[in-house]
Every structure is written in structure tokens, then in C-alpha cells.
């Protein structure tokens, strides 16, 4: 009997029993989030401390989804570059992922999805201000299953508008995937290396 489950409900221990997951404890797997960063201008520093006070100001009511993608990770993505050729976006996609063997289909949509000639280069899964991002940790690598090419790296960034964690997932015998240092928007320039990780990015899906 094939069990489908909504994707904002997946686990790790989902994922690990029934896809093959495997946490890699290998310093040298995720390495683009630290090594050869680009360098920040003092132009994307002053955008970067707006956000931040945009940010600030709303956090004092309740913020929903969209107003995080809208103040938060929309000015991101036009920093690192992430709105221009090659690259393109989607919002709210429907992704649907099965497992035969297992008898598990996972249904959800993705928040933010950009895309670079059909290859899945960033999952964002943005949840509401104050939810922990453990929440979508696995939402996000389980959006990752669906990429067409499942042959190359892939890299996704889980955040609450305040909170940022970014991650890799590779296929070889398994599904090998670790996780970077959490950020945080109230920590000093934070910020700043959460910009110019996603700018290391895109240098690399680019290379």
C-alpha cells in the first residue's frame, strides 16, 4: 500500500528510512559555505542594513510567509544576482516525489525555487518569523529529491526570515547531505556572509 504524506510533515527519520539519507561527516563535503567567499562592497552593506531594519520594524507584529520572502529573501536574491540570466524563479511549485520500493509518495510545494537550465540550484523554504528552521530542515531536502539532475550537487537554504541555514545534498549510494553553521540576522554582520555564501553559490553552479 503506497502512503503519500504532505512534505511540510516529512522527518529526518523520514527521509533516512525511506530515501537512504545519510548525514556526511566529512569537514571537507560542504565546504562552499566557508572557503573563497566573495567580497561584500560597502553599496550591498548599507542594502544589507536595510533589510535588516525593514526586518526589525515588522518583526514587532506577527509576519506570515510572503511578507518574510517579500522584506527578507526577495532583496537576497536580487543581491547575489539570482534574478538575472542564466538563472530564473518560481514560486509556490508543486513537486511530487515517490519512492516505489518503499510505498511512499511525498507531495508539497516550494516556496522559492531558482532555477538554472532546468537544473535546481537553491530551495528556499521560508516559514514564519519565530519558527525554528529545524521545522524545514527536511521539508527543504525533500523538495532537493525532485531535481531532474540528480547527478550533480545540490544546495538549499532553509530560513525564518531571521534565522538562515543553508545545505548540500549529493546522490552516490545514497543521499549524502550536511548542513552549514545556523545565521542570524541579529548577529553582527551575519548577514553579510549569508550574501556572500549565496554569491558563492551561483559562482559555483556557474563554474
Same mark, same amino acid.
Given at each position: 500500500?503506497?502512503?503519500? /504524506? #504532505?512534505?511540510?510533515?516529512?522527518?529526518?527519520?523520514?527521509?533516512?528510512?525511506?530515501?537512504?539519507?545519510?548525514?556526511?561527516?566529512?569537514?571537507?563535503?560542504?565546504?562552499?559555505?566557508?572557503? *573563497?567567499?566573495?567580497?561584500?562592497?560597502?553599496?550591498? $552593506? #548599507? #542594502?544589507?542594513?536595510?533589510?535588516k531594519n525593514n526586518y526589525f520594524n515588522l518583526a514587532m507584529r506577527p509576519m506570515v510567509e510572503d511578507m518574510v520572502k517579500m522584506v527578507?529573501?526577495?532583496?537576497?536574491? *536580487?543581491?547575489?544576482?539570482?534574478? +538575472?540570466?542564466?538563472?530564473?524563479?518560481?514560486?509556490?511549485?508543486?513537486?511530487? /516525489?515517490?519512492?516505489?520500493?518503499?510505498?511512499?509518495? !511525498?507531495?508539497?510545494?516550494?516556496?522559492?525555487?531558482? +532555477?538554472?537550465?532546468?537544473?535546481?540550484?537553491?530551495?528556499?523554504?521560508?516559514?514564519?518569523?519565530?519558527?525554528?528552521?529545524?521545522? =524545514? !530542515?527536511? #521539508?527543504?531536502?525533500?523538495?532537493?529529491?525532485?531535481?531532474?539532475?540528480? *547527478?550533480?550537487?545540490?544546495? =538549499?537554504?532553509?530560513?525564518?526570515?531571521?534565522?538562515?541555514?543553508? +545545505?548540500?545534498?549529493? $546522490? =552516490?549510494?545514497?543521499?549524502?547531505?550536511?548542513?552549514?553553521?545556523?545565521?542570524?540576522?541579529?548577529?553582527?554582520?551575519?548577514?553579510?556572509?549569508?550574501?556572500? /555564501?549565496?554569491? =558563492?553559490?551561483?559562482?559555483?553552479? +556557474?563554474?
Amino acid at each position: 500500500m503506497t502512503e503519500t /504524506i #504532505q512534505a511540510e510533515r516529512v522527518t529526518l527519520y523520514d527521509l533516512i528510512d525511506k530515501f537512504n539519507f545519510k548525514l556526511s561527516e566529512n569537514p571537507a563535503f560542504f565546504r562552499e559555505w566557508q572557503d *573563497d567567499l566573495p567580497e561584500i562592497n560597502e553599496r550591498e $552593506k #548599507q #542594502q544589507l542594513h536595510r533589510v535588516k531594519n525593514n526586518y526589525f520594524n515588522l518583526a514587532m507584529r506577527p509576519m506570515v510567509e510572503d511578507m518574510v520572502k517579500m522584506v527578507v529573501v526577495s532583496p537576497l536574491l *536580487d543581491l547575489a544576482g539570482f534574478y +538575472l540570466p542564466p538563472f530564473y524563479n518560481t514560486a509556490e511549485s508543486s513537486i511530487e /516525489i515517490e519512492e516505489k520500493d518503499k510505498g511512499l509518495i !511525498i507531495r508539497g510545494r516550494i516556496d522559492v525555487l531558482v +532555477l538554472q537550465d532546468r537544473f535546481w540550484v537553491l530551495v528556499i523554504e521560508s516559514k514564519r518569523s519565530g519558527f525554528s528552521l529545524e521545522v =524545514g !530542515i527536511p #521539508q527543504c531536502l525533500a523538495y532537493m529529491l525532485g531535481s531532474p539532475h540528480a *547527478d550533480k550537487s545540490l544546495f =538549499g537554504l532553509v530560513t525564518n526570515g531571521s534565522n538562515f541555514i543553508f +545545505l548540500k545534498l549529493v $546522490k =552516490g549510494e545514497q543521499f549524502e547531505y550536511a548542513l552549514s553553521d545556523e545565521f542570524s540576522l541579529r548577529r553582527g554582520d551575519d548577514l553579510v556572509t549569508v550574501l556572500a /555564501i549565496l554569491k =558563492g553559490l551561483k559562482r559555483e553552479v +556557474l563554474s
